[in-house]
């Protein structure tokens, strides 16, 4: 019994000293990684979207994690057309992972063509010291793939007719909230315009024509002393007078002609109106019968105007 229970023993101190020597490499790669140079401890890939039409596009992305003192490159995919695939665009980034160790990412967009299930193409990882020389050399495929799908239909033959446009289906709700609101504005509008020229009716009646009027022959007067010549002066006399007749009395005197003037006037009965009458004559034969008084004669006319002017306001006052 005590023989078997030694040789038990024995056997059991000799396979636990094998199991050491077996677990020792790895922890000292663990311990020490930095000593472990040129191990690739992992490559992992991935694809997005895995299904995709004929040329459009897709993200590699190629991790490989790596002790920290060496340089990673990636060859084999990094040329402009890896058939059936276009590089478009490509980026690098660093990252750690634990003490000792990096992993470095290597982004890819690629534009896909053929057709059917595509595998990604093979890559080479190299890795090389500080002073570029390569250290180990690893080729990997990926398992991950890509479905391409043909823009149309492989069993077709022949062209198929255009189908004429679909007229949009726009609901009934929808438009009646924005016709109303239309009609809304444009009520909203016409109402505004009407209370503007209400306003600015109301306010050129408060206006007394017969005023304005006095005004401007005042002024007139001062630039006929000024040395305006006499045959202006009557011009502008017909002008005032014209404009004081038509917003007095509401006729048309402005583009009416002095016979028009004469007949509307006798309608009306307006007192003075020999006066009135003879102002307007005189002005026609200034302006269009080179009739040229003088400057006295344009006073005197100027002062008949004011004359005119002040009884009709005083007519208008008592008929009020």
Not at 3 to 32: D, Q
Not at 64 to 82: K, P, W
Not at 194 to 202: A, D, G, P
Request: contains cysteine.
């Amino acid at each position: 019994m005590n023989g078997r229970s030694e040789g038990y023993a024995f056997g059991s101190i000799k396979w636990l000293f094998l199991l050491l020597l077996a677990v020792f490499p790895m922890c000292m790669v663990f311990a020490f990684p930095a000593v472990a140079g040129g191990a690739v401890t992992g490559i992992t890939v991935k694809v997005t979207p895995d299904s995709v039409f004929v040329g459009d596009r897709i993200h590699c992305t190629i991790d490989v994690r790596h002790t920290s003192n060496e340089i990673v490159a990636l060859e084999g995919i990094d040329s402009l057309s890896v058939q059936p695939f276009e590089l478009i665009n490509h980026k690098q980034s660093s990252a750690i992972v634990s003490p000792g160790t990096r992993k470095e990412s290597f982004d890819y967009e690629l534009a896909v063509f053929g057709r059917g299930r595509q595998s990604i193409p093979l890559v080479t990882v190299a890795l090389r010291d500080s002073a570029g020389t390569d250290i180990k050399r690893e080729s990997y495929r990926s398992s991950s793939t890509v479905f391409v799908k043909a823009l149309t239909d492989s069993t077709m033959r022949e062209l198929r007719p255009i189908k004429p446009p679909l007229s949009p289906s726009i609901p009934l709700l929808l438009i009646l909230p924005v016709i109303l609101g239309v009609f809304g504005v444009a009520g909203l509008v016409l109402l505004l315009l009407f209370l503007l020229k209400r306003t600015v009716h109301t306010s050129a009646e408060k206006v007394d024509p017969g005023q304005v009027a006095q005004r401007k022959l005042r002024k007139l007067g001062s630039r006929l002393s000024a040395g305006m010549p006499p045959p202006e002066c009557y011009e502008e006399l017909s002008n005032i007078m014209r404009t004081f007749l038509e917003k007095h009395y509401r006729i048309s005197a402005l583009e009416a002609v002095t016979q028009e003037i004469e007949r509307d006037l006798k309608k009306l009965g307006v007192s003075g109106f020999e006066s009135i009458m003879n102002l307007l004559a005189q002005a026609d034969l200034v302006k269009f019968a080179d009739s040229r008084p003088n400057a006295e004669e344009s006073r005197q006319s100027l002062r008949k105007a004011e004359e005119v002017i002040r009884s009709a306001r005083t007519a208008r006052s008592s008929e009020e």
